[in-house]
């Protein structure tokens, strides 16, 4: 009889459509991006439908995008909250300040600094890219080459993508900022947080950033739906004079609209209410535990990999991303192979290489709401993962080192001191 069963069950299984089997367990998510959401920010965004035309939503907009100048470290920012995602960001950026033939420097370093070059070129911006190893980050010195040569400051905008997803790499916007200082050059500095901001250190005000970007699904640890932004007034000055076509995405109509706590658009309520809730926790965690926290997860995840004898994408210690890891698999490995095997086998999702770097790495995303334990099951199911892609990894060997460094730095969690006392 038991037989008779698992040939039924076997059978069953084997006309099901793909992947419409749920498993025992979580699906356990590590990619950079949809990230984990904590479950208090799940019930915050479980309300009913509500009309934001109602008086009460006037003061609670216009707190929520005061909160949001906490995770850009400013005060002198202004915020802008769009329906969208960072791509719309990156829009919002460079068509609220910036015209069309307009000359503009950027880094390429990956597939979405790639993107962004690649919407600067649609928009008809004159670009200038300077092309780095993907695995770098930004190359200060290849800049001040260009802005020397620059004798009549006809360059507008330098755009840097912070957080490189595709390589694990983040560079350095303060030593982009120093660049620009120590030529007196007026250029607007653009900035692509979305994978950085609220889990890196970024100083908007400090560096002298003048529109930065970030989206909901990174490190905000909420659904994909709101695009960030915040803009100095040097780059609000910079739209009065900008010919750019901007409609949905125009600063201008959340100018008017933003001070008295309305939108010109509908907003998504749920999402709005999602990041009240995670931008009360980070206030509460505080921002530089936020930015503590995340490079003591990623050293553990850097520790891992050199416990499994492979290295990361990123070989200089100064880029090295805080907000994932990027691993490079050995020659002749397909990596697809291993996040194929943490999907179909332990559930695990994995970050697949993109673009030049396809079927060479893969990446583990540890931003956003995410602690030692949660992450240490990612380090098992890619120990295990790799073993079925056939790459000689010991069981342990990464995860061993990762576990000894979080026991040894791991405190305890605020208000639970009594406990071990």
């Known amino acids: 009889m038991q037989l008779v069963n698992e040939a039924q069950s076997f059978s069953t299984h084997a006309a099901a ?29 479980t309300i009913p439908g509500q ?13 929520v995008l005061h909160d949001t100048k906490l995770i850009f470290g400013t005060r002198e920012g202004t915020p802008f909250i769009f329906p969208g995602t960072g791509t719309g960001g990156w829009e919002a ?23 962004w070059i690649d919407m600067m070129q649609r928009m008809g911006l004159d670009v200038t890219v300077i092309d780095c190893r993907w695995g770098d980050g930004a190359d200060e010195g290849r800049l001040e080459e260009i802005l020397k040569a620059d004798s009549g400051k006809k360059i507008k905008a330098v755009c840097v993508v912070h957080n490189e997803t595709t390589t694990g790499v983040t560079s350095d916007v303060a ?26 250190d970024f100083r908007f005000d400090d560096w002298r950033v003048d529109v930065a970007v970030t989206g909901s699904q990174k490190a905000l640890s909420l659904p994909t739906g709101l695009a960030v932004v ?25 100018l008017r609209t933003n001070p008295t706590g309305n939108v010109p658009y509908t907003p998504s309520l749920p999402l709005l209410y999602g990041l009240k809730k995670s931008l009360q926790l980070m206030r509460e965690e505080g921002m530089d535990n936020v930015v503590a926290r995340h490079h003591r997860l990623a050293e553990g995840t850097r520790r891992a990999v050199a416990g499994w004898g492979l290295q990361t994408l990123c070989r ?42 396809k079927g060479k790495v893969f990446r583990i995303g540890h931003l956003g709401n995410m602690d030692e334990l949660m992450l240490s099951s990612a380090l098992c199911g890619a120990e295990m993962a790799m073993i079925d892609a056939g790459i000689p990894i010991t069981p342990g060997s990464g995860v061993g080192k990762a576990i000894e460094y979080w026991q040894q730095t791991t405190k305890v969690i605020p208000t639970r001191e009594s406990l071990v006392q």
């Open 93 to 115: 950026a460079l068509t609220n300040t910036l015209s069309p033939g307009d000359k503009v420097v950027t880094f390429r370093y990956g597939l979405f600094s790639h993107l």
């Open 316 to 357: 200089e210690p100064r880029w090295k991303s805080d907000s994932l890891t990027v691993v490079e698999v050995p020659e002749g490995v397909d990596s697809q192979l291993v996040v194929n095997n943490a999907y179909a086998k332990y559930n695990l999702s994995l970050g697949i290489g993109l673009d030049r770097v």
């Open 230 to 254: 915040c803009a100095s007034k040097k780059a609000l000055d910079a739209g009065s004079s900008s010919t750019s076509n901007r409609c949905y995405y125009d600063f201008g109509d959340m």
């Open 175 to 200: 030593g982009v900022r120093s660049t620009l200082d120590s030529l007196s050059h007026p250029a607007l500095l653009l900035v692509d947080g979305v994978s950085s901001i609220g889990a890196l």
């Open 17 to 45: 459509p793909a992947f419409s089997h749920t498993p025992p367990g979580r699906n356990h998510l590590f990619v950079p991006g949809p990230v984990n959401i904590h479950e208090d920010v799940l019930r915050a965004m």
């Open 51 to 63: 009309n934001h035309r109602d008086p009460w939503f006037a003061e609670f907009f216009k707190g």
